[in-house]
């Protein structure tokens, strides 16, 4: 009986050490890029939501004089300090140019954003199956949105962002504004869950953040010689009901 129970053990054991390479296998495929200045009370949150499937976690932050930079490390991430260059595309693509990246996927995201648990386990199928995702070189997903805590469902747009892609097959189009992740060649594929932005921020900071981003809209709209997004079309749809059926835009890549 005793040989029994030391043999079941030794197979559990066994058993165990082998789920836990192929884990290890699984999450060495994706690393994860984090943007970060003064984000102490997003960038916790963010990191642990996405371990389950990486054990890369890269937050290029712009000197935080809050307490960014000691949580995230806390938290296992790797903290790189990066001058702000102006944008965050100039950002993201000097991190994609100058990290030491390994892994064949990787997946940017803000602070302030997570991938629901049904995202995370959709990820590890598809790259769990490598051999089916042969000519893929981007996922793309669908972004929820948050406003003082409630989810917005109503009165705003649907956008569909390419964010997880194979490294050296894209880059971060250089926009002050709404910069997306342009792929060189192959196949995109279109994941079934969602992403969030939550961001927990006051009201205050939420105008002034928005004040922010429709000055970067202007200037971008009145430079000259901006480069305009090429690989990717919109279709829109609008609705005349005003009690509450959304507006949607949705971006497809050709």
């Given at each position: ?53 990486t054990n890369d ?143 927990l921020i006051s ?18 709209y009145f430079i ?31």
């Amino acid at each position: 009986e005793n040989n029994q129970t030391q043999y079941c053990i030794k197979l559990l054991s066994n058993w165990s050490l082998r789920m836990i390479d192929e884990l290890d296998k699984l999450n060495s495929l994706l690393t994860v890029i984090i943007l970060t200045f003064n984000e102490e009370r997003h960038i916790q949150r963010c990191i642990e939501r996405i371990k389950p499937i990486t054990n890369d976690v890269f937050v290029v932050d712009c000197f935080s004089d809050d307490r960014t930079k000691e949580i995230a490390e806390a938290n296992g991430a790797i903290v790189v300090q990066h001058k702000w260059p102006g944008n965050q595309a100039e950002q993201f693509n000097w991190a994609l140019e100058n990290l030491p990246i390994k892994s064949t996927w990787v997946l940017r995201l803000d602070a302030d954003e997570y991938l629901y648990k049904e995202t995370l386990e959709e990820i590890k199928e598809k790259l769990s199956n490598q051999s089916l995702i042969d000519d893929v070189t981007s996922f793309s997903f669908v972004r929820d949105r948050t406003f003082m805590g409630q989810k917005v469902k109503y009165g705003c747009h649907e956008i569909e962002l390419v964010r997880m892609f194979r490294f050296g097959y894209g880059h971060c189009e250089r926009k002050e504004m709404d910069e997306r992740i342009i792929t060189y060649s192959g196949r995109n594929v279109k994941l079934k869950g969602h992403f969030i932005d939550d961001s927990l921020i006051s009201f205050e900071d939420w105008k002034k953040k928005h004040i922010n981003y429709a000055e970067r809209e202007a200037r971008q709209y009145f430079i000259p010689n901006q480069t305009p997004t090429k690989n990717f079309y919109y279709k829109s749809t609008f609705s005349s009901n005003l009690i509450g059926t959304p507006s949607s835009i949705v971006l497809f890549s050709p």
